[in-house]
Nanobody, 115 residues
């Protein structure tokens, strides 16, 4: 059973940075496709970034350049570095793992960007 635990969310001022972490249990983590999504109440969940087993990355066009996804296979952890945060980045951020066509979700971590 795969379990994902996100951390690193919080309150930050506009222009600030946060790094989210998603620690995964289960293996083989290095073969999983990992994604970060975000969601606000009443809105659809939005794909933020993805990283494949070979460290290939994709990003939402609107976020490219400010957000960076990375992974540490030795720690079974995926990260989302978020820079130059804006109020519209406020959301609950979810980690997602894809393993053999099965999808798993974390509980989410709140990010609030406000002055």
């Amino acid at each position: 059973q795969v379990q994902l635990v996100e951390s690193g969310g919080g309150l930050v001022h506009p222009g600030g940075s946060l790094r989210l972490s998603c620690a995964a249990s289960g293996s083989p983590f290095s073969f999983w496709y990992m994604r970060w999504y975000r969601q606000n109440p009443g809105k659809q969940r939005e794909l933020v970034a993805a990283i494949g087993p070979g460290d290939t990355t994709t990003y939402s066009d609107s976020l490219k350049g400010r957000f960076t996804i990375s992974r540490d296979n030795a720690k079974n952890t995926v990260y989302l570095q978020m820079n130059d945060l804006k109020p519209e980045d406020t959301a609950v951020y979810y980690c997602n793992a894809e393993s053999n066509s099965d999808r798993y979700w974390g509980q989410g971590t709140q990010v609030t960007v406000s002055s």
